[in-house]
C-alpha cells in the first residue's frame, strides 16, 4: 500500500478520534461523566493536537507528499 494512502488512513483515524474526545469533554461538561475541569482542559488540548495531526496528515496526503517516510 502506498504510503501516502498509510497517510489518508491515519488522517482519517485521527480525525475520529478527535471526534471521540470531543464527546468526551461534552459528556463532562453536562455531568453524565465524572471529572472535573481538569479534565476538561487536558481533552481539550489533547484534542487540539490530535485534531491538528488529522489535518497535517490529511494535507500531506492531498498532495501526495510522503512524510512518514522521510528520513
Known sequence: MPSVNVQALLSI???????LLA???NNIN???WPGGPVWVFYL???LGFV???????????FA???I???R
Not at 483515524?13 to 471526534?19: M, T
Not at 485534531?51 to 496526503?61: N, P, Q
Open 13 to 19: 483515524g485521527l480525525f475520529l478520534l478527535a471526534l
Open 23 to 25: 464527546r468526551s469533554v
Open 30 to 32: 453536562r455531568g453524565i
Open 44 to 46: 481539550r488540548v489533547l
Open 51 to 61: 485534531f491538528t495531526a488529522s489535518i497535517a496528515f490529511a494535507f500531506y496526503a
Open 64 to 66: 501526495g507528499i510522503d
Open 68 to 70: 512518514l517516510g522521510r
